[in-house]
């Protein structure tokens, strides 16, 4: 049995892993390289689904066995029109934890509960969150709108507090937290461990095309912009000629589907190709505080070591 780390909780038991720390499923980025990369290092790394195919999610799944004994996760975007042979994949290859993005898991989750998965739906709202652990949820992440990619209306801060208040299953809190500071103040708020994105993005682990990271560690506090406000589906990215031309269209009043014709295949475009003009180069506000690409081990032992310090220290 591994020795617990100073900062462990009741997430660290619920998902086996050494430190309350998990990577956030990033479509195209979150692939088994960065799973497995973080899972060695005592989180809980995860594939990301996105919209890939059943097939292509099923063997990055098998890639990500032969790189670590330690568990993984698959995040499932539910509005990826592969959603259900891939909620079908996780079962038959046994995954044991799955967390969900852009929607409400329950059709899918009587049947993962069956097969023994421990479910984390990803939430914006406290209305989902209590909708999530009365449909049997085990735990939730709670995302705030600092977040890179598809986001909700609320703060982190604003957000874990209440959502803590309103259910009694662990809360992991996501949006923001890219070093020990923030990982001891989500802790503070009450959640039980952080879902960490952009910081993962600029590991050497990360299979993204160099251009994006350097993107990400240049890039200043006030770099991120959010596109698709009007369209209800928001999202976060680092601002470029795509998120201008979005924005203008969105002003001009375009449909939702002439806007999507703009962002199809634009995150692929800058994850793999490098194309940080046109693509879409999606991180959150903490991009700014991101200054170097680093190991997964690295980067994991350094926030617990700072959060370590920063609780025993205090702030006063
Ligand atoms: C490039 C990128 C792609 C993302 N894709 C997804 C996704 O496919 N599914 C999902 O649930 N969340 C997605 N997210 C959100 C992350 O899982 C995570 O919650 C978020 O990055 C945490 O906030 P941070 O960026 O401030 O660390 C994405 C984030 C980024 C930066």
Known sequence: MEKESALHTNICDLLHIKYPIIQGGMAWVAEHNLAAGVSEAGGLGIIAAGNAPADVVRNEIRKAKEKTD????????????????????????????????????????????????????????????????????????????????????????????????????????????????????????????????????????????????????????????????????????????????????????KSFEELELLTLGSLRKAVMEGDITEGSVMAGQIAGLVSKEQSCKEIMEEMISEAVSAIKKGWL
């Open 70 to 253: 330690k568990p993984f996760g698959v995040n499932i975007m539910l509005l990826s029109p592969n959603a259900s042979e891939v909620a079908q994949v996780v079962i038959e290859e046994k995954v044991p934890v799955v967390t969900t993005g852009a929607g409400n898991p329950e059709k899918y989750l009587k049947d993962w509960k069956a097969a023994g998965i421990i479910v984390i739906p990803v939430v914006a709202s406290v209305a989902l969150a209590k909708r999530m652990e009365r449909s049997g949820a085990d735990a939730l992440v709670a995302e705030g709108c600092e977040a890179g990619g598809h986001i909700g209306e609320l703060t982190t801060m604003a957000l874990i507090p209440q959502i803590v208040d309103a259910v009694s299953i662990p809360v992991i809190a996501a949006g923001g937290v890219g070093d020990g500071r923030g990982l001891a103040a989500i802790l503070m708020l009450g959640a039980k461990g952080a879902q960490v994105g952009t910081r993962f993005v600029v590991s050497h682990e990360s299979i993204v095309h160099d251009n994006y990271k350097k993107r990400i560690i240049s890039s200043k506090d006030i770099d991120s912009i959010v596109t698709g406000r009007s369209t209800g589906h928001p999202v976060r990215a680092l601002r470029n000629n795509m998120t201008r031309n979005y924005l203008k269209l969105e002003q001009e009043g």
